[in-house]
């Protein structure tokens, strides 16, 4: 069964530093790779998708993605960090060619942004 | 127009009471899920239906009771509740493929007390 793994369970930036999440998978065939993002009480909203088109995604919010099979990641960045990113953000996995379309999710990273 | 949408928002019940939880989604999509976020922040899914047809059911308590009476509704029932089924219960719907990822609903807080 796929999984992923989030290095750093909590990230702390300044306002308009370099946000870097990491996330690793395990697989030997590229699976499909998401990144989420949870605000206080709220759900989860997608950030960005790899599906395997280009390597760089490009999300919401500024957010990017580069999905690398030699190093079975897929890290996300934000190049300058605002107060609003604060949240929880999971990088979740999907088998390809699974007959159950499950995701499952890394165990998230809390980001805190300070002023 | 809210594209998955949960009831309740909050529940709080007493240790041995039967609760539900209703999910709707109106985006089309074929497939609907329920996860369970703990204190943790950990996700972890419990159920899921393609066309009212149950898909997968992880290793849940079978207190836990899915219904989809069509694929546009997926509800949670839990008979005889305990402290440990605190959480946070979020639904979820996708296009059959998943290549699109999930959409979420906004979750129902369950306190057992």
């Known amino acids: 069964a796929q999984s992923v793994t989030q290095l750093g369970s909590h990230v702390s930036v300044s306002e308009g530093a370099l946000v870097l999440l990491r996330c690793n998978y395990s697989?030997?065939?590229?699976?499909?790779l998401f990144w989420y993002v949870q605000y206080p009480n709220q759900g989860l909203q997608l950030l960005l998708k790899y599906t395997s088109a280009a390597t760089l995604v490009k999300g919401i919010n500024g957010f990017e993605a580069e999905f690398k099979k030699s190093e079975t990641s897929f890290h996300l960045t934000k190049p300058s960090a605002h107060m609003s990113d604060a949240a929880e953000y999971f990088c979740a996995v999907s088998d390809r060619g699974s007959n159950d379309y499950k995701l499952s999710f890394g165990a998230g990273t809390t980001v805190t942004v300070r002023a | 127009d809210t594209a998955v949408s949960q009831t309740p928002k909050y529940l709080v019940t007493q240790m041995g009471n039967d609760k539900s939880i209703k999910c709707e989604q109106n985006?089309?999509?074929?497939?609907m899920y329920w996860y369970k976020q703990d204190s943790k922040k950990f996700l972890k899914i419990m159920f899921s239906y393609n066309n009212k047809e149950l898909i997968i059911n992880e290793t849940v308590p079978n207190r836990f009771s899915p219904k989809s009476p069509d694929k546009a509704h997926l509800n949670l029932h839990i008979n005889s509740l305990e402290l440990g089924d605190s959480a946070v219960y979020f639904c979820?719907?996708?296009?059959?493929?998943?290549?699109?990822?999930?959409?979420f609903g906004s979750g129902t807080r369950l306190t057992v007390v």
């Open positions: 697989s030997s065939v590229p699976p499909y």
């Open positions: 985006l089309g999509h074929d497939t």
């Open positions: 979820a719907s996708s296009q059959r493929t998943g290549v699109y990822g999930y959409t």
